[in-house]
């Protein structure tokens, strides 16, 4: 009963450097979400995608990409890093976004960005 | 002006007093509030949901949401150490876009 996994938990990179945080959920749920977090800002919606198929930007989408792969997985991608990107990136999935239904967390990605 | 404003705190209780935790949001066609809670270094876990004005219980929480004012308020009950964590208010915005946005969380201590 894994729920929303995300992978790595931690890493580090350097200024350019690109790379793709992973999200899977197996609760069969419609919606999935990238969030961002830095001390004293909440949680900050980056994309998200009301379905399989369809993305929209949030709050803060510049500097990002995503890809919604299938109805399970949804990906966000730094295409060339920049040390304001580090952050606590959280991914998470509802049945449906526009409905009435809470949205469950993954346990988060560290990443650094030297 | 954010579309969900908390106070920042943090915000000091004594064991067993009453806490009370509010959150302001700007899109009056909002339909749908949450509360979550987050302990440090983990992720945001739902305790509340409230989507009509007045009161909803659960347990030692209470939630309020008063649409004309746009406020929505937690209550927590006899307090605890173990409910001091950051609280985020999460509303999702009218016009079916399905984006859930968050204030950026309330500090609670709670003192033994």
């Known amino acids: 009963n894994a729920g929303v996994t995300q992978t790595p938990k931690f890493q580090v990179l350097k200024t350019g450097q690109s790379m793709t945080l992973q999200c899977a959920q197996d609760m069969n749920h419609n919606s999935m979400y990238w969030y961002r977090q830095d001390p004293g800002m909440g949680l900050r919606l980056i994309y998200y995608s009301a379905s399989e198929g369809t993305t929209d930007k949030g709050e803060v989408p510049n500097g990002y990409n995503v890809s919604r792969l299938n109805k399970r997985e949804f990906s966000l991608r730094l295409e060339s890093a920049a040390p304001s990107q580090t952050s606590v990136y959280f991914c998470?999935?509802?049945?449906?976004?526009?409905?009435?239904?809470?949205?469950?967390f993954g346990d988060g990605t560290r990443l650094s960005i030297l | 002006q954010k579309e969900v404003e908390q106070n920042s705190g943090p915000l000091s209780v004594p064991e067993g007093a009453i806490a009370s935790l509010n959150c302001t949001y700007s899109?009056?066609?909002?339909?749908?509030f949450f509360w979550y809670r987050q302990y440090s270094g983990k992720s945001p876990e739902l305790i509340m949901f409230i989507y009509s004005n007045g009161d909803k219980e659960d347990g030692r929480f209470t939630a309020q949401l008063n649409k004309a004012s746009q406020y929505v308020s937690l209550l927590i009950r006899d307090s605890q150490p173990s409910d001091s964590a950051t609280y985020l208010c999460?509303?999702?915005?009218?016009?079916?876009?399905?984006?859930?946005?968050f204030g950026q969380g309330t500090t609670l201590q709670v003192k033994p």
């Open positions: 998470a999935s509802s049945t449906q976004g526009n409905s009435n239904q809470p949205q469950h």
């Open positions: 899109d009056r066609g909002s339909q749908s």
């Open positions: 999460a509303v999702i915005l009218s016009g079916n876009t399905g984006k859930l946005i």
